[in-house]
C-alpha cells in the first residue's frame, strides 16, 4: 500500500505476528527495507505487483534477524543488490556478504538519512525520510511505548536507550516500526519514545 508518494508499507497483522513489516522506497531506483520472513515473502509479492513492483534494486536491512532479513535471497536471486551495517556481521551469522557499504545518505529521488540506532542489536539502523518527517525504526520501539529487547545477541539497553533519544530529536510525524500498526503525529510519538526511554531505564 503506497502511504506517501513512492513509499510502500506492508504491514502484517496476527497471522503474520513473527514476520516483520516490510517498506518500499520507489524513485529512480527500487528499494525494499526489512523483506521480512520466507513465510511473508509469497504474501509480499504478491501485494507489490498489486502496487505495480515488479522489480527491486537493492534490499536493505535494519538488522540481520531472521524475521526481517530472511526472504533476502528471494529478491538478490532477482539481481537485487544487498547492504546493511556492518557491525551486524560481528555477531550474527546471516551468510550473505553486502554487496557495498550502507551509505549514510541514499538518494534515488528521494533522499534517506541511514542512522546507527544501536540497542537493538549492535548494527541496527533507522532510515530517515526527511520529506514525510518519517523514519523506518526497525525494532526500536513498537506500540504502546514497548522498547525493543536488548537482551539477545549485540543488543544493550544504554546504547537502545540513546538511540531513542536520537529518534526523539527528528521530530517525527510518522514511524513505521519492524512490527505492527504505522504510528502517526508528533505529539503521540514523542510520548510513546518517552514511554520506551522510562521502561527501558527501569528495567
Given amino acids: 500500500m503506497e502511504i506517501f508518494k513512492g513509499v510502500y508499507a506492508y504491514v502484517w497483522g496476527s497471522a503474520f505476528s513473527d514476520c516483520s513489516n516490510a517498506y518500499i522506497i520507489k524513485g529512480d531506483s527500487t528499494i525494499i527495507i526489512d523483506p521480512g520472513s520466507y513465510k511473508s515473502y509469497t504474501n509480499l509479492f504478491g501485494l507489490m505487483r498489486n502496487d505495480g513492483i515488479e522489480e527491486v534494486d537493492y534490499v536493505f536491512a535494519t538488522h540481520l534477524h531472521k524475521d526481517h532479513i530472511e526472504s533476502a535471497p528471494m529478491f538478490l536471486r532477482k539481481g537485487a543488490l544487498i547492504s546493511y551495517s556492518e557491525k551486524e556481521r560481528r555477531s550474527h551469522h546471516f551468510n550473505i556478504k553486502p554487496d557495498f557499504e550502507m551509505p549514510k545518505i541514499v538518494d534515488f529521488g528521494i533522499r534517506i538519512e541511514v542512522l546507527e540506532t544501536p540497542g537493538h542489536t549492535e548494527g ?80
Wanted: proline share 4%; charged share 25%.
Fill in 124 to 203: 541496527s539502523l533507522t532510515f530517515y525520510i526527511p520529506e514525510y518527517s518519517a523514519a523506518i525504526t526497525g525494532d526500536l520501539f513498537f506500540e504502546n511505548g514497548v522498547p525493543g529487547r536488548w537482551d539477545l545477541v549485540g543488543g544493550s539497553r544504554e546504547n537502545l536507550i540513546r538511540s531513542l533519544e536520537k529518534v526523539m530529536e527528528l521530530e517525527l510525524e510518522f514511524v513505521l516500526p519492524g512490527h505492527g500498526r504505522i504510528f502517526s503525529g508528533r505529539k503521540g510519538i514523542e510520548a510513546l519514545i518517552e514511554k520506551a526511554i522510562h521502561i527501558a531505564s527501569k528495567y
